[in-house]
């Protein structure tokens, strides 16, 4: 009997023995396999983010010239279209009236000279009397007199002669500066007058407009929330509609206004335009490039999720662990951080990205020769 009982208690451990090989097993074969992932480093980037501005083209200078005597316009000399240059003849005003009033001046003139002339000889020759005693002081007085007024009259003379040749030489406009004729506004033989800074009686233009357009400058307007962006000499680049050209440059000016209906400020750029290939009054895109920011990168693959509810994956103690982010645009393959993660973290990428869930044991494994990124772009 106690060798029954000998041999059953061993049988008992025996069995026993197989019963927790078997518990082993079972459990390493329900334990899942960690996913082989690849991995991306955030990473700094130096980005230039241009700053967009729109505008129009302006001249450096802009002139409405009208006549500078009342006439009526008798010649005009130039086209629209015309290049001209600094003193070239524009227009001009008919000056017959003007010739003779200055013939009849010049007759004053000479008759004035005249009498003044026999006027000082009078007052000398009465001076040399009365030292003589042979004239009265009232006789000397009164030949003083006859040659201070004969002074003033010929001064006065003088001073129309000047005006009415003045008058004469305005007839005729010429250019204040180097430039283009660019409109035309009256037709020869209208009466023009210089009332009204030049126009015509009927309210009008001048009688040509003359822009200088060698230098152009792009006037654009650029959102106020970028004005610590840039300054006076920060690159810009300026193109143009209906040009197939870019057109390098700097800001030149800075308003100090700021506009508080459309919240933009208004930025000029100077532009070279020695061959006139750039037009006054074109629609104008300006590019401004403050310098370059250091922020932190991923390619795009590696960030899931859409809008504000994007997040990557990392490894934390052998596990995916979801992390949220903030992200904005960088260029077609990478994406700038804003939150979430710091320079230097790495986070889960490759293939299996899009099938991984929080928890999934991972493991990762550098794969050089596989791009590491999510060709589809973000998934939820």
Not at 327 to 339: C, M, R, S
Not at 347 to 364: A, Q, T
């Given at each position: ?10 049988l ?9 090989a078997?518990?082993?097993?079972s459990?390493?074969a ?14 700094e980037?130096?980005?230039?983010q ?6 129009t083209i302006a ?7 009208g006549?500078?005597?009342?006439g ?12 001209v240059?600094?003193g070239?003849?524009l ?9 003779l009033?200055?013939?009849?001046l010049?007759?004053?003139?000479r008759?004035?000279?005249?009498t003044?002339t ?7 020759r ?18 003083r ?15 129309k ?16 500066y180097?430039g283009?004729i ?11 007058a210089t ?8 309210g009008?233009g001048?009688?040509?407009?003359i ?8 006037i654009?307007d650029?959102p106020?929330v970028?004005?610590?962006?840039f ?8 193109i ?8 390098e ?18 930025v ?5 335009n ?8 074109s629609?104008?895109?300006?590019l401004i490039y403050p310098?370059a920011?250091?922020v932190l990168?991923?390619?795009r693959g ?5 809008e504000?509810?994007q997040?990557v994956f ?5 596990v ?6 903030r992200t ?6 990478h ?10 973290e ?14 999934d044991?991972v493991?990762?494994?550098e ?6 990124t999510?060709k ?5």
């Amino acid at each position: 009997m106690r060798g029954i009982g000998a041999s059953a208690m061993m049988l008992g451990a025996l069995l026993g023995g197989c019963g927790d090989a078997d518990d082993a097993a079972s459990a390493q074969a329900a334990a899942p396999e960690p996913v082989v992932m690849a991995s991306a480093v955030v990473s700094e980037v130096k980005i230039e983010q241009p700053i967009v501005g729109t505008g129009t083209i302006a001249p450096l200078q802009s002139t409405d010239l009208g006549p500078r005597v009342d006439g009526i316009v008798e010649k005009i000399f130039v086209r629209v279209g015309q290049r001209v240059s600094a003193g070239d003849e524009l227009f001009r005003t008919r000056d017959t009236e003007l010739k003779l009033r200055v013939q009849e001046l010049e007759n004053e003139v000479r008759l004035a000279k005249a009498t003044a002339t026999e006027a000082s000889r009078e007052f000398n020759r009465i001076s040399k009397l009365h030292k003589r005693g042979n004239a009265s002081a009232g006789a000397l007085d009164k030949s003083r007199a006859g040659h201070e007024t004969a002074q003033a009259r010929l001064g006065i003379a003088q001073a129309k002669l000047g005006q009415a040749a003045q008058a004469l030489e305005d007839a005729v406009v010429t250019a204040p500066y180097d430039g283009v004729i660019t409109a035309r506004n009256v037709h020869e033989g209208k009466f023009m007058a210089t009332r009204g800074g030049g126009f015509g009686g009927d309210g009008g233009g001048g009688v040509v407009q003359i822009m200088e357009i060698h230098i152009v400058a792009a006037i654009v307007d650029v959102p106020e929330v970028h004005l610590s962006k840039f300054q006076v000499g920060t690159r810009a680049k300026v193109i143009v509609d209906g040009l197939n050209d870019e057109f390098e440059s700097e800001i030149h000016r800075i308003n100090d206004y700021i506009d508080p209906v459309k919240r933009t400020i208004e930025v000029r750029i100077g532009l070279a335009n020695d061959d006139y290939r750039i037009k006054p009054g074109s629609f104008a895109r300006a590019l401004i490039y403050p310098p370059a920011a250091t922020v932190l990168s991923l390619p795009r693959g590696t960030v899931l999720g859409y809008e504000d509810q994007q997040y990557v994956f990392v490894e934390l103690d052998g596990v995916a662990t979801r992390r949220s982010v903030r992200t904005a645009q960088l260029d077609a393959e990478h994406l700038v951080i804003l939150d979430g993660l710091t320079k230097g973290e790495r986070v889960l990428s490759g293939p299996g990205l899009r099938l991984l869930v929080e928890g999934d044991p991972v493991v990762i494994r550098e794969m050089p020769d596989t791009d590491t990124t999510d060709k589809d772009g973000p998934h939820a």
